[in-house]
């Protein structure tokens, strides 16, 4: 079965909003990366995480390790914001990341 | 800092020849992974090194599929007789090392037809 599971698949917010994505892990994950990739299909860094809490402007993302899930939260949601987020989660010192299938946000004026 | 580089950014190829991909790493970054990107399969992790050394190619499909790390400012991933399911945007990412983030490239992307 998946390893990661991304929930929803997509999101259509409006511009202002606030909204949640979220990732429930079936391994033991250790640490937790987000990622936004553009319609160019690159793939930008948005949150590494241990089990905690990091917030960057309008976004926050949480890991919770022993719950095995991660949010990632957009506050004031903007035309910019849009794209397809991806969750991504690797096990002790093994370095492999395993991906979600991404959720794909359009943000609308 | 240039960031993860991966050459060509498109490639067409026919059937049966042959594909290489490139890869040049973060300078410093110990890890260098190989991911494909299909709309079916998502994101799929092919290959991985650490300084230099294949450490898990479980995701490489075993008969035309082959990669190498020849030194540590590049890798390469071979196709030889490329397969229209070959077709998909092949992802290349460093990092420091264990427990650290990943910065990918731009990826190449193979259409074989």
């Known amino acids: 079965g998946d390893k990661v599971k991304q929930s929803p698949s997509a999101l259509s917010l409006q511009e202002g909003t606030n909204s949640a994505l979220r990732c429930n892990f079936s391994?033991?994950?250790?640490?937790v990366q987000w990622f936004l990739q553009n319609p160019r299909g690159s793939l930008m860094n948005l949150f590494y995480?241990?089990?905690g809490t990091k917030e960057n402007g309008r976004l926050k993302s949480a890991f919770d390790s022993k719950e095995s899930y991660s949010t990632l939260h957009i506050r004031d949601a903007q035309l910019e914001d849009s794209g397809t987020y991806f969750c991504?989660?690797?096990?002790?010192?093994?370095?492999?990341?395993?991906f979600g299938s991404g959720t794909k946000l359009t943000v609308e004026p | 800092n240039a960031g993860v580089i991966q050459t060509p950014r498109h490639k067409v190829t026919g059937k049966g020849q042959e594909a290489t991909l490139w890869c040049e790493p973060i300078?410093?970054?110990?890890?260098v992974f190989w991911y494909r990107q299909t709309i079916v399969q998502g994101l799929e992790f092919l290959t991985y090194?650490?300084?230099?050394?294949?450490?898990?190619d479980s995701g490489m499909p075993k008969e035309r599929f082959s990669a190498q790390m020849p030194n540590q400012s590049h890798s390469t991933l071979k196709i030889q007789s490329t397969q229209p399911q070959d077709s998909a945007v092949y992802l290349c990412?460093?990092?420091?090392?264990?427990?650290?983030?990943?910065?990918f490239g731009s990826g190449t992307r193979l259409l074989v037809i």
């Open positions: 990412a460093s990092s420091l090392g264990s427990n650290s983030d990943y910065t």
């Open positions: 391994i033991a994950a250790t640490t």
């Open positions: 090194f650490r300084n230099q050394a294949p450490i898990d």
């Open positions: 300078s410093g970054h110990s890890a």
């Open positions: 991504a989660a690797a096990v002790s010192n093994y370095n492999v990341l395993y």
């Open positions: 995480l241990v089990p």
